[in-house]
């Protein structure tokens, strides 16, 4: 095994710092192409020119007292296919990603995940060149926060 490639499981602990997320559950997914994230509501203005988008995120799930509103630059507009095979246009951001003591930029695209199990989806272009995935293991980067 490469010495700079860490292991992690089938889902993960991960920070979203640009957005004050410190943790959100995200299921790592070798059979996505992209990432996902939990969005409730998505709406895209323009500043200086430029688009933006500013989206809300419960980045727990059952709890929706706890909220964050984001803001950002839009990458891109996307078609993306769902597991179920239900085509949507989706926003795309760029937005560094943290996990097990790496950051770096993935791309993720907005969609209400409202009765997902996850807030979050890790597709594999956002860590192929990071880590190997375990697929009978989970957390394995972080300790589960114990304020949840």
């Not at 507009?77 to 085509?87: A, E, F, W």
């Amino acid at each position: 095994m490469n010495d700079s490639i860490t292991l992690i499981g089938w889902r993960e602990w991960v920070s979203l710092p640009e957005f004050k997320i410190d943790w959100i559950k995200a299921k790592v997914d070798t059979g996505a192409r992209t990432s996902a994230l939990h969005a409730y509501f998505v709406e895209t203005f323009n500043k200086q020119g430029i688009e933006y988008v500013r989206f809300g995120l419960h980045p727990f799930q059952k709890n929706e007292k706890i909220e964050t509103i984001c803001e950002t630059r839009v990458a891109d507009v996307r078609q993306v296919t769902d597991s179920g095979g239900h085509v949507e246009e989706r926003i795309v951001v760029v937005t560094p990603v943290r996990i097990g003591g790496r950051e770096w930029p993935i791309e993720v695209t907005l969609t209400n995940r409202e009765t997902m199990g996850f807030r979050m989806l890790l597709g594999r272009t956002a860590f192929k060149n990071y880590f190997y995935v375990d697929p009978s293991r989970a957390y394995l980067t972080r300790a589960i926060p114990t304020h949840l």
